[in-house]
C-alpha cells in the first residue's frame, strides 16, 4: 500500500529538474545614453530597452566605461560599445535583467558592418565617461 505512493512522490520530487534554467542571452553593439534614464543598446538585430523615462531600469550591473570607450553626446551622456548577458525578452527587445556588462573599445563597434554609429557622430573627440 505505501509503494503506491512512491511514483506520486518522485513525480513531485523530480518536476522542478524539468525546467531547465534559460539560457542566458549575449548581445553586444552600441550601449546609448543619450538622455537620464534612457538607455538602449542597438545590436544587429535592433535596439534593446535597457533602461525608459518612464522608470523602467534593468536590473543588474550596467558598463563602466573608460573616457576612451564614451563619446559624448550630450553633456556626460552619450554612446559606448558594450556585451550585455542576461535575460532577453526577444519579443519586446527589453533586456529584464543583466548578469554580465563588459565595455568594449569603439573601434570593435565601428568595424562591425552590421551597426550604425548613433548619431552620426562618428570621429568625434572621445571624452569623459559614465560611472552607473
Known sequence: MRLSYLPALLIIALAP??????PEEH??????NPMPRVI?????????????????????QKPVFRSSQWVRTNGDYGYGCACL????????HTVNAITSATPRT???????????EPSGLKG?????????
Open 40 to 60: 538602449n543598446l542597438i545590436d544587429h538585430d535592433g535596439s534593446w530597452k535597457v533602461a525608459t523615462s518612464d522608470g523602467y531600469s534593468a536590473p543588474g
Open 85 to 92: 548577458s542576461g535575460d532577453m525578452d526577444e519579443q519586446t
Open 106 to 116: 569603439l573601434a570593435a563597434c565601428r568595424a562591425d558592418t552590421s551597426l550604425r
Open 17 to 22: 529538474l524539468a525546467h531547465a534554467a534559460e
Open 124 to 132: 568625434k573627440n572621445v571624452v569623459g565617461a559614465i560611472v552607473m
Open 27 to 32: 548581445v553586444c553593439g552600441w550601449y546609448e
